[in-house]
């Protein structure tokens, strides 16, 4: 039995929807916008980017899954079973979509299976670093 977890945060910004998205597509330089994170580039495994994401020191693996230019949507999820977090199966989704002519709205929602009596530590984490990049985020696309 597990109980699948999931957080989703929206931004909406003053900036075409393709500004943003040229931004937040870039799968390897989130940590230019996401705080307290590094990126380490990991091989291409199974024909997919993998990266190594520290976040504030505790190292993921990730994968990334898809990137759809068109649709503004990408997806990763996390790998293998060391995550330094009190979960497992970790998959995020980051899509952009138009608000009206000049604005747009970011949307990051994940799921994820804690561990158990960790559901709220996990959830508050995952929503408040999802916050705390749309905060940094927002400059350097309404700029």
């Not at 024909?47 to 190594?52: D, I, M």
Request: proline share 5%.
């Amino acid at each position: 039995l597990f109980f699948l977890m999931s957080v989703e945060k929206k931004v909406v910004l003053g900036a075409a929807p393709e500004k943003a998205w040229d931004v937040v597509k870039d799968w390897m330089a989130m940590s230019t916008w996401v705080p307290n994170t590094t990126v380490k580039k990991k091989k291409k495994k199974d024909g997919k980017e993998h990266r190594e994401m520290n976040y504030e020191g505790h190292k993921m693996q990730e994968r990334l899954d898809s990137v759809d230019d068109a649709g503004m949507t990408l997806t990763y999820s996390s790998v293998g079973d060391k995550c330094p977090f009190p979960m497992k199966a970790y998959h995020a989704t980051i899509t952009v979509t138009a608000v009206g002519r000049s604005r747009c709205r970011i949307t990051w929602s994940s799921t994820c299976e804690p561990k158990p009596g960790n559901e709220h530590n996990v959830q508050e984490y995952w929503g408040t670093l999802y916050e705390n990049a749309f905060l940094r985020v927002r400059p350097m696309i309404e700029g």
